[in-house]
């Protein structure tokens, strides 16, 4: 038995849960780039998403602090 990975193709995104702060539209990445965004905001802690509207997002992860 094999266990093939689904094919992504160039229409495929991954839904990004957030939403447009100027007009509510909901966010979504391509599927072929969403490793690199989500590479960047774990390494970067930010990353910027733009809307089809034009207006630029920017992402911040939250990051828990620890206390010893």
Do not use: F, W
Not at 14 to 33: F, I, N, S
Not at 35 to 53: D, F, P, Q, Y
């Amino acid at each position: 038995m094999s266990t093939r990975r689904p094919q992504i193709g160039s229409n495929d995104v991954v839904d990004m849960e957030l939403h447009c702060v100027a007009c509510g539209t909901r966010l979504y990445v391509p599927a072929l780039q969403a490793e690199a965004v989500i590479t960047s905001l774990k390494r970067t802690g930010t990353v910027i998403l733009i809307c089809i509207c034009g207006q630029a997002q920017l992402i911040q992860s939250k990051r828990q602090k620890r206390h010893d």
